[in-house]
Nanobody
Framework: QVQLVESGGGLVQVGGSLRLSCAAS????????LGWFRQAPGKEREVIAG????????NYADSVKGRFTISRDNAKNTLFLQMNSLKPEDTAVYYC?????????????????WGQGTRVTVSS
């Protein structure tokens, strides 16, 4: 059984930084795509960053491109999201997800395992 556990969320001021982590257990995830999603109050869950299981290519939503960086440490089964220049609109619950395939796709039904989420609040 795959388990994903996020950490690193919290309260930060506008322009600040946070680093989220997602620790995976249950199976080796090196060949699978991983992603970060977020869900703001009253909005649908959206993918903001993904990293493939082959070659580690990355994709970002336009809203975070240039500010957020996704990375993975396969030896430690850990996924990261470095978030810089945070804005109030980045306030959301952030989730990591694993897809049982190497390629990143957008739709949430295509992701098979989810963490419980970690809350990020950006205050102005």
């Amino acid at each position: 059984q795959v388990q994903l556990v996020e950490s690193g969320g919290g309260l930060v001021q506008v322009g600040g930084s946070l680093r989220l982590s997602c620790a995976a257990s249950g199976r080796t995830f090196s060949s699978f795509a991983l992603g970060w999603f977020r869900q703001a109050p009253g909005k649908e869950r959206e993918v903001i960053a993904g990293i493939s299981g082959i070659g580690g290519s990355t994709n970002y939503a336009d809203s975070v491109k240039g500010r957020f960086t996704i990375s993975r440490d396969n030896a430690k089964n850990t996924l990261f999201l470095q978030m810089n220049s945070l804005k109030p609109e980045d306030t959301a619950v952030y989730y990591c997800a694993l897809r049982l395939a190497p390629i990143v796709v957008v739709g949430t039904p295509n992701w098979h395992h989810w963490g419980q989420g970690t809350r990020v609040t950006v205050s102005s």
